[in-house]
């Protein structure tokens, strides 16, 4: 391997992927559909295309030596000939395929007997009504009276969708592909609006978790080079705001039989899928133990306080990988951290140059703006790391609230929609 690389996706994920290798002396490519997009800025050569356009994923791969992704949406049958034509993709397609869909996530864990919330997909539920025996038809009218006309059969209502034994309401129902940030995600909380969900998705294309009842929602991130060596970065906090994620604070208050379980878990993964690169976990700890919510195949915005924080960043571990270099340390080199999401809170981006000075005159704090064209509510337009400098989980939690209340008198978060 070499040191040119090149990431298919241009946003944010990918800047911070630019920023890294320019750090360490690697040329870094992407295929993004436009110019103004973020990682256009740093990235050595641009091809403009759409991500799905493969022809452009071709002439990206003729610049560089391995190709990685910026997010998940992939069609890996399409991307299929271009591997065996040579192209390199780190990760590999076939290590990809159990964790670009949320239902084959599902199953995955459940064949690795890993822990998760119970599931069910959508259509299970939708039986159609039961076929009846002869006997069970209504007499027609040559067996009433002899007459030999028949008359039609009343038509057979269907039943209504019944959830399956041990599941109640509410319920966390998400598309199998493409969500993210809270899209694709609905909390059913009654019959009606189950029976309303069916009527405006594609059954097929959705499944339906127990709501976790959690006291912390947890995250790691995990790496693994082409030798098979693992490294794992701190087990963290994270909070999520209408289905966004907040703040993500490191590390986490938990136990260390709680952190052992969750590396346990991460690299029982990367073994099975022959996994190489970056590859984010988020969990939910509470009653249930230490469930796994969701899988990612990249670095994760969980993990952007390790720019900062560690001796070797997320980003600059998965340029690494994808440059064939050994990995990187990923202790921390801060007591703590806490990292904020900048969300936006109005649509014009003018308007926040006044917060982002405000921001960047914060002690020991870092900020990274992302450089994005569009600002609505909701979206991840930069975010603030902040030092922390307790060493105890109790104090460490008291500075962080501290901060973010600093953080929170400057930028405020956005109204939630979520109904």
Known sequence: MGGTIGVVGGGQLAWMLAEAARGQGIELHVQTPELSDPAARLATSVVRAPLADLSATRRLAERVSAISFENEWLDLGAL???????????????????????????????????PSPRWFSLEQILT???????????????????????????????????????????????????????????????????????????????LLEEFVAFEQELALVACRDHLGAVQCYPLVETHQHDQVCDWVL???????????????????????????????????????????????PRTHNSGHYTIEACRTSQFAQQVRIVSGEPLGDTSMQLEGALMVNLLGYETSTTAYARQRQALEALSAARLHWYGKRLARPGRKLGHITLTLKASGAAERAREAARRLAEVRAIWPLPAAHTP
């Open 250 to 296: 490191a590390p986490a208050a938990a136990s260390q039989a709680v952190e052992a379980r969750a590396r346990n878990v991460a690299a029982s993964l990367l073994a099975a899928l022959d996994y190489v690169g970056v590859l984010s976990i988020e969990f939910f700890y509470g009653r249930s133990g230490l469930l796994i919510n969701e899988l990612a």
């Open 80 to 114: 299929a000939p271009l591997e065996q034509e040579g192209v390199v993709f780190i990760p590999r397609l076939e290590s990809l395929a159990d964790l670009v869909c949320k239902r084959r996530q599902r199953e995955l864990l459940e064949r690795l007997h890993l």
């Open 128 to 206: 159609p009504p039961a076929a009846l025996e002869p006997d069970d038809l209504p007499p027609t009218a040559d067996d009433a009276d002899g007459s030999g006309a028949e008359e039609p059969l009343p038509p057979l209502t269907p039943l209504p969708p019944q959830l399956p034994q041990g599941f109640d309401f509410p319920l966390m129902a998400k598309a199998a592909r493409g969500g993210y940030d809270g899209r694709g995600t609905r909390v059913i909380r009654s019959q009606a609006e189950l029976e309303a969900l069916i009527e405006a998705v594609d059954p097929s294309l959705w």
